[in-house]
């Protein structure tokens, strides 16, 4: 439940905020801010809370932490509000709206804190009311920079007030002190002011920003993700049975070619020369004996060959599950709901929302930046906007394929290892991955020559040395666990 008008009035009596310095502001996620305030060498942080059905202002002693990304209005509050007196702090009536007036020498502004749910939002304004920016910009509502803000104030009277009181009195928590006494049991619950008893409810209530909730949140992804990867391990397991059979398949094709006179049709039934018992061989009657055990060896080469990847995979999931369990771990230890807010919002957003750094794939190797173009757009936006002269540039010769770049180092030449790496993914992101091995040549950009009315992305290059891989696969998937371990999967 959000804070009502007269509640709002009482947190306003005991904060100390008219002649306060806003001294930091911060902004943990989208719905929250908090600013630092010092009056008369007394500092307090002042939380302001926009979440559905939470919205609230009033001191904490949450410590703040800021967001990995800076946020945009975050950037605007630091580089306008940051460092401003605050000149006085009132509700307007009883609407649940909290004017901040705040200046320096040179500027004044306005702070409009609007507590409704479904509607909450902060607006920063000039003194003639143009809004400078807000928390969230809704263009339907003309809340957006440059437009005008009206806001209408109406002093009731007091009648209003004391019908107000009675709509909307002030909360006692008489059904959270027991709560409150075992959570912190050496603390008087009577004795703690109205912000207090408010920052220590919400912590543990509120329907955005509260422990509980927040670990509701925790224990779903958790579940999910850990059920996903369970499940990814056990179809790994599955699978590498399957193919611990595969010394029967090599021996299949030894009992085809032993029985070769008798191996016509779609069956051979004969007696396997190891155990004595009578065995049917599945055949294709469209192949000779010679052709049946073949397919037979072929089958036994990819199971043998399979279950050195599945081993490898069944360790990196089994890895990862640990991995999964230790953050969850760590989740449940913290005792900051604003930073278990932060990192239960960057687990939980998806891959695909994430912002790259460029187009196409990016890998990272002992502190080199790897750069992969799939498509003639990749390659070409790539070479337009991301890559620099001394950056180094791989293509398969004589193949179609992705452009592969290695980001230059000051004072460092590319590694044999970080070339053969780029070399892997150059033929592998080719035409040639079906052979497994391809010549590439590789030079600087700066040696590159668009292809004069040729395709997208074309060029030409100079000064190139040759360079022939063999897809290592192994080597592919070191760089690929290396991309997991910096993505923290």
Known sequence: MSLNCNEL????????????????????????????????????????????????????????????????????????????????????????????????????????????????????TDESGIIQDCMYRRPKKNEVSGAQLTVQERIPDDKEREESLERFPVRDFKDFQEQFKSLHPDKDFSALTFNQKIDAYYSEHAAGLSRESLLAQAEKWYGVRRSRMQGALERLLEKQKSFKNAESLRHTGDLILAYAADATGNFLDCIDYDTGEKVHIRLDSAKNPQQNAAHYYEQYKKAVSGLEELEHDIERAERNIKSLDDEYKSMLAEKNVLRLEQMIRRESTPRQSEEKPHPGLHYEADGWIIMVGRTAAENDDLLRHNVRGNDMWLHTRDCAGGYVFIKARSGKTVPLDILLYAGNLAVYHSKARQNGEADLYYTQVKYLRRAKNGPKGLVLPTHEKNLFVKIDAARLRRLEEMQSASRGI
């Open 9 to 124: 009035n009482l947190i306003l009596s005991e904060l100390d905020l008219e002649g306060s310095f806003i001294q930091e502001i911060t902004q943990p996620g989208y719905d929250v801010l908090t600013m630092r305030c010092i009056n008369g060498g007394k500092t307090f942080t002042v939380l302001i809370c926009t979440a559905q059905n939470s919205c609230r202002m009033h001191a904490t002693q949450t410590k703040a932490v800021k967001n990995p990304k800076p946020l945009r209005f975050y950037e605007f509050l630091r580089s306008h509000v940051q460092g401003m007196r605050i000149n006085s702090a009132r509700q307007l009536g009883l609407d649940r709206i909290i004017k901040l007036d705040v200046s320096t020498w040179k500027e004044r502004l306005f702070i409009y804190v609007r507590l409704w749910s479904n509607a909450a939002n902060v607006i920063v």
